[in-house]
């Protein structure tokens, strides 16, 4: 049938979704939407240690899952026993053991998926919740998006105060600082330790920022440019640290991962030419895994050209070399 004109049609979407200022937010909503107090999850060992901490507010019991170096894990036998299972999508990837793990849990899954710019929807008829979180792929100062295929709780999601604002003051601090000089490296840096305290002492459920939600529309209408220069850089990571890299396959690269024997030093050394690599993620206190002690982030965004990539990695390799 042929028609024109009035307002504009919407199919629907059979499921839910919302925003929320961070990854933790997001977790503390779908805990509350699973009414997952008081149960007993399954994670995997190689993990950030803001998840547990979150956990821990709604006294739900863990235990974990082995993650080997190739970033591949296998459930245990007495999965049935759980009442959700959690996944990260680890640099934002779909790995093999992921859709295993899929398939063969038929409770409730929650989808870490802080690496990419959509959380990952799973095909699945067993409730399912994932989530991201923009801030740790973008300049976003707050914002996550979540997903599921089950309704979300009608919780009181409120602003967080000072939060972003000090965040935000602390990213203009470090632009000016980089691009011009002025100003000092403790000032912008004491402004995201106080802005991140913010966010460990508040244990709401949290709406972003205005500026984030209108920071989010710039970043996605760059986001194909921004996701060809991503894939660009991580080839050459990937080229380049050849013996090194962790590899991955991902719609959208945040991080390259290289897994190094001497990677305290070379962090050490990176810093001595103003290279600051993050590690996801340090050894949590109670739990031991294959990972935390030889990975070592390198960023990918438009903030670097391939020049800078060729440059970090033959920084890198100078340092593994004088370690050898």
Request: net charge negative.
């Given at each position: ?10 199919a ?102 802080v690496?990419s ?96 939600i ?18 660009k ?26 897994l ?20 996801h ?40 070399n004088?370690?050898?």
């Amino acid at each position: 049938m042929f028609y024109m004109g009035g307002e504009q049609e919407l199919a629907k979407w059979n499921g839910y979704q919302n925003i929320t200022n961070s990854g933790r937010s997001s977790l503390r909503l779908i805990i509350e939407s699973a009414q997952l107090q008081n149960k007993r999850v399954l994670l995997p060992d190689f993990l950030c240690e803001v998840i547990i901490d979150v956990l821990r507010e709604y006294q739900v019991s863990y235990d974990f899952y082995k993650v080997n170096k190739s970033l591949q894990f296998e459930l245990p036998s007495n999965i049935g026993q759980y009442s959700c299972l959690y996944l990260i999508k680890y640099f934002g990837e779909v790995s093999k053991s992921f859709v295993n793990a899929v398939s063969k849990f038929n409770k409730c899954i929650i989808v870490d998926d802080v690496f990419s710019p959509y959380p990952h929807t799973l095909d699945s008829p067993q409730s399912w919740y994932s989530f991201n979180s923009l801030r740790k792929i973008s300049a976003l100062a707050d914002f996550s998006m979540l997903y599921s295929n089950r309704p979300l709780s009608a919780v009181n999601i409120v602003h967080l105060p000072g939060f972003s604002e000090v965040k935000y003051q602390a990213k203009q601090c470090k632009y000016e600082y980089l691009s011009t000089g002025q100003g000092e490296e403790n000032t912008y840096l004491s402004l995201f330790t106080q802005g991140e305290s913010c966010l460990v002492d508040n244990k709401g459920i949290y709406f972003p920022s205005t500026r984030s939600i209108s920071e989010s529309i710039s970043f996605y209408r760059k986001l194909d440019k921004e996701q060809v220069l991503r894939r660009k850089n991580y080839e050459i990571v990937s080229n380049e640290l050849a013996d090194f890299i962790l590899p991955i396959s991902s719609e959208y690269y945040s991080f390259a991962p290289v897994l190094l024997a001497n990677r305290d030093e070379v962090k050490k050394g990176l810093t001595l030419h103003n290279v600051y690599l993050a590690i996801h993620w340090p050894e949590i206190y109670d739990v031991g895994n294959q990972l935390s002690d030889f990975i070592l982030s390198i960023p990918l965004d438009s903030r670097y050209s391939e020049d800078d990539m060729y440059k970090v990695c033959d920084l890198i390799l100078s340092l593994i070399n004088r370690q050898l």
